[in-house]
């Protein structure tokens, strides 16, 4: 089954403001770069360059992209409504589309994900939100990000027919938001060495 991975990826500038009280500025903007980066080189090789879009409204993060040799598209702000705009772009090219969060701590095992031929959801560590999610391309499903999207995301999987394996408590339930989620990458502290804990 032919799988694309749809990467979106908010402002550098903005990201990880609540890890505010651990890191400047400038060491969140380079925490954020280089997790989606390590999200971006998994999704490259698994899934092939061809097949990984990048999604933003930020013109820094395209510019990113394009430097990477990743295909991006501008789309409207907001995570839904990023979601849905890149969907739409890979829904004619591919059966199977993997939206993944670009702040994963252990991003390795999403090639597994972007192996699998089933639709998948990965929930975060703490079972609120929803870290990965591969649907079928031109399915209806409606996502929900935001607040609590894992359990709202198990309700719109029942209303479209689509059974959902959920992968629980993986190295993908891991993304970096708050100070204890360092500890997924290794208890790295610094955004220099996590580069190594890929």
């Known amino acids: 089954m032919r799988s694309a991975v749809l990467i979106p990826v908010k402002s550098f500038a903005v990201a990880k403001s609540r890890l505010g009280a651990s890191l400047s500025g400038p060491d969140r903007q380079q925490l954020a770069r280089q997790l989606a980066e390590a999200v971006v080189e998994v999704a490259r090789a698994a899934a092939g360059e061809d097949r990984v879009v990048v999604a933003s409204d930020d013109e820094q993060v395209l510019n990113w992209a394009e430097l990477l040799g990743i295909g991006h598209e501008r789309v409207p702000p907001g995570l839904n409504a990023a979601v849905d705009a890149g969907r739409i772009l890979l829904g004619s090219s591919c059966e ?35 870290n990965v999610l591969a649907l079928p391309a031109n399915s209806a499903f409606q996502t929900r990000y935001g607040d609590g999207s894992y359990p709202l995301h198990l309700a719109e999987a029942s209303r479209c027919g689509l059974t959902l394996d959920v992968w629980d408590q993986t190295a993908l339930s891991w993304d970096v938001d708050v100070e204890a989620d360092l500890a997924g990458i290794g208890g790295i502290t610094s955004p220099d060495a996590v580069g190594g804990a890929r």
């Open 96 to 130: 199977r589309i993997v939206v993944t969060h670009a702040d994963l701590a252990q991003p390795w095992a999403l090639a597994d994900v972007i192996g699998d031929e089933n639709w998948v959801i990965v929930p975060d560590r703490h079972g609120l939100g929803t």
